[in-house]
Every structure is written in structure tokens, then in C-alpha cells.
């Protein structure tokens, strides 16, 4: 769905202020947070958060391109997602991706794009530096190879020296264009301190408790997988509670289902682990400050107007707005937006 929301102000509900439910109101002008002012829509039972910023929005690989990004934008607006990075890999980046004011007239988040390079894949690295000017992703994370396609590309290119050359060369041209990178699913604290040396001091995914404390260590932050924390195999969901428990945790992105950011919340808060503030700043604030979004990520005047309200009982979606527009809402909130619009305006949705 979408909706241009009018200026108007969320009342009575439970706002997130500095990690804090607090009663409040939160005004909506324009597309930004505003000040509080009329007509006034009741949200009473609902707490009213910043919407989610979702690192690793991933597409399902069947079906048209066109048709998985439509559908995981979709269920991402669903679970509270305001701004999304989809994974891509190759140095091509998918044009859906990048076309944001499209991406606004279907009602979907922000759909941001997050290419995925290979270490030792020289050519795409090349190839990417080559295409920066022309397109330019959101973020780059870098993964790694198996030991068999490490010995193979190295004993192609000449050695270690050609591949750590090259990717320099490429980090430097992020570097220069202020893009964020980082690597995901480091295996060993050595590996973890190369990618620091190159700049990649964003941590994705680390394979071990020692790769997280060492990011830690040196400053940097680190995203674990939503989808880990709840459904992982015995040794990654193992890994992710180690993390987590011992605060190590900076931010959780899904890299799986588009709501598992959500259910990793909602468990967090319902096994009496975390409060709400906190576990939703998990998936809010952090990410968005991660990425240097500082337009979004909490409820603050003039930033975006991108606000989720989740019943403070079931923990559940209600609605979605990103920046003014609802592109998701369930039935109970169009009954109570009847004050502001009109009953042919909500049908038409």
C-alpha cells in the first residue's frame, strides 16, 4: 500500500525516547517528525518506535528479480522496515535497487543495495573499482573464500600480494566515495585484523565468538544475523547468544527472512533478555548509525518520518511509515486514520 500521510499527530501511545517508553505524542509534517500539533489520531495500545533499518535483506533466488525484490520489499514493510539493504552480488548493480523515488510510488522502504565481493575475486574487485562513478552501491561487504579457491586465485594472480593490492586499491575508492564497508563471516581473529588493516571495520556475521570480541576490541561494530539467533544450527545460534549475552552485539540484521529481525526482537523482550528500547535500537538506531544515516533511526524533529507502531501487548506490526508514507497497516489502524481521511481515500488502500 501508500498513503501520504497528512500533517497530523500520533497520540496517546507509548513513545521510544532514549531507549525509553514513555507517554508522548509525535507529529508528522511533510514527510519529517514535527511538532505535535492537529489533527490528532488516537494510538492508544501501541508503542510508536523509529522504523527499522534492515542490513541484510537478502531476495529469494527464484522467480524474476523483479518479482522476489517486490516481494521482500513487501514483507519487509510488514515486520516494520523503513529503510532496506538488499544483498547483490556481482559487480552489476540491479537498477530496482537504486531507484528510490520508484521504490516510494510502490509503497515500498527505501530499498538500498549492499554488494557482496569476494576477496580473491580479483576481476569483480577490478570491475567494481572500474564502475564506481557510474554506480555506486550503499555499502560493500567482502566474503571469503574456501582454503581450495584461495589456493587457486593466489597461484593465478601471482601470489597473496596482487589480491591484498587489489582489494587496497578498491577500499581506498569506497573510501573516497564514503561508502560503508565491512566483511561478513570472518573465521579467525587474524583475518578479522587484515580486513581492519584495509578499512573494512564493519563486522557481518563473524563465524566466532573471538572475531566479535576482537572487532570489539578495535572499536568496531558488530551486526549479527537475526536469523541466527533464532533458527541457526547449534553452533551459530550458540555463537549468536554468546555474543549477544556478553553485549557484544552492536546491531541485528535479518539475512534470512525479511521479519526475522522482528521475531529476534520479540523473543529478546518476551524471554525477559532485553526491553523493548533496547532490542528495537538493535535494529533501528544502531544500524542506522552504523551506516551514518543520521536522517533516521529515531523519532528526533526534522529527521525522516519513519515510525513503526507495534501493539504493546502481542508485540505485533500494526503499521509502517516511511517517510510519511503508510505502506503497511492492518485494519485497526485504518479505522482509527478514518479521522484524518476519508472513507473512499482508506478504501481505495
Keep these: ?77 510488514m515486520a516494520g522496515t523503513t529503510t532496506l539493504f538488499v544483498e547483490q552480488t556481482g559487480p552489476a548493480l540491479d537498477q530496482a535497487t537504486g531507484a528510490t523515488a520508484a521504490n516510494a510510488e510502490k509503497g515500498w522502504p527505501e530499498i538500498l543495495s549492499r554488494l557482496v565481493v569476494a ?25 571469503h573464500p574456501s582454503e581450495d579457491e584461495r589456493s587457486r586465485v593466489e597461484a593465478r594472480a601471482g601470489g597473496f600480494g596482487p589480491v591484498a593490492r587489489g582489494l587496497a586499491r578498491l577500499a581506498a575508492a569506497l573510501d573516497a566515495k564514503g561508502v560503508k564497508y565491512g566483511s561478513d563471516g570472518d573465521v579467525t581473529a587474524e583475518t578479522r585484523e587484515w580486513m581492519s588493516m584495509i578499512g573494512a571495520r564493519m563486522v557481518l556475521r ?17 551486526i549479527l544475523s537475526a536469523s541466527d539467533v533464532l533458527t541457526g544450527g547449534t553452533v551459530r545460534r550458540g555463537m549468536a547468544a554468546a555474543v549477544l549475552g556478553e553485549g557484544m552485539c552492536d546491531a541485528l540484521g535479518s539475512f534470512g527472512p ?37 536522517d533516521r533511526g529515531g523519532l528526533v524533529s526534522g529527521t525522516r518520518a519513519d515510525i513503526v507502531l507495534m501493539e504493546t501487548g502481542s508485540l505485533k506490526i500494526a503499521a509502517t511509515i516511511a517517510e510519511g508514507r503508510l505502506i503497511y497497516a492492518d485494519a485497526e489502524i485504518l479505522a482509527r486514520l478514518g479521522s484524518v481521511f476519508s472513507t473512499d481515500a482508506l478504501a481505495a488502500e
Excluded at 563473524?206 to 572499536?219: E, F, I
Design 1 to 77: 500500500m501508500r498513503l501520504e500521510l497528512p500533517s497530523l499527530t500520533l497520540e496517546g501511545g507509548r513513545v521510544l525516547h532514549g531507549g525509553v517508553l514513555r507517554d508522548g505524542a509525535v507529529g508528522i509534517g511533510a514527510g519529517r517528525i514535527a511538532e505535535p500539533g492537529a489533527p490528532v489520531v488516537d494510538v492508544t495500545g501501541y508503542a510508536v518506535l523509529p522504523g527499522a533499518v534492515d542490513l541484510g535483506g537478502q531476495m529469494a533466488s527464484a522467480g524474476s528479480a523483479d518479482h522476489a525484490l517486490s516481494a521482500l520489499a513487501t514483507a519487509a514493510a
Design 119 to 143: 576477496t580473491h575475486d580479483v576481476d569483480v574487485s577490478a570491475a567494481v573499482l572500474a564502475g564506481l562513478d557510474a554506480q555506486c552501491p550503499a555499502a560493500v561487504t567482502f566474503c
Design 206 to 222: 563473524p563465524a566466532t565468538r573471538q572475531v566479535a570480541a576482537t572487532a570489539r576490541a578495535m572499536g568496531e561494530p558488530v
Design 258 to 294: 525479511p521479519d526475522a529481525a522482528l521475531r529476534a526482537v520479540s523473543a529478546l523482550v518476551s524471554s525477559g533478555r532485553m526491553s523493548l528500547g533496547h532490542a528495537w535500537a538493535l535494529i533501528s538506531s544502531a544500524p542506522a548509525g552504523i551506516m551514518g544515516l543520521s
